[in-house]
């Protein structure tokens, strides 16, 4: 059975910084795309970040330059570094995995969702 565990959240004041981390389980995920979406409260859930089987990532315009995806293929396991965190970048964070190599900023993307954590920023 497959499963992504996220962890690393927590109550950060603006700023600082987390890195949440995503263990995958039940099978390797190395050549599979991975991404990471976030829902804030009353919000869609959108997209943050991806990062194919090469390792070449893909970021929102909002997060693009603070945040860094990146995996560790023997540890079956893919980082989000997040610096300079803001207010709004409080949310639940949503670690997923695709079936294919490559995967885009759609949650149709992706097969596989861990359950979240939570990221909250003060001002």
């Known amino acids: 059975q497959v499963q992504l565990v996220e962890s690393g959240g927590g109550l950060v004041q603006a700023g600082g910084s987390l890195r949440l981390s995503c263990a995958a389980s039940g099978r390797s995920f190395s050549t599979n795309a991975m991404a990471w979406f976030r829902q804030a409260p009353g919000k869609d859930r959108e997209f943050v970040a991806a990062i194919n089987w090469s390792g070449t990532t893909s970021y929102a315009d909002s997060v693009k330059g603070r945040f860094t995806f990146s995996r560790d293929n023997a540890k079956n396991t893919v980082y989000l570094q997040m610096n300079s965190l803001k207010p709004e970048d409080t949310a639940v964070y949503y670690c997923?995995?695709?079936?294919?190599?490559?995967?885009?900023?759609?949650?149709?993307?992706?097969?596989?969702w861990g359950q979240g954590t939570q990221v909250t920023v003060s001002s």
């Open positions: 997923a995995a695709a079936r294919k190599l490559v995967g885009g900023s759609s949650q149709d993307d992706y097969a596989y």
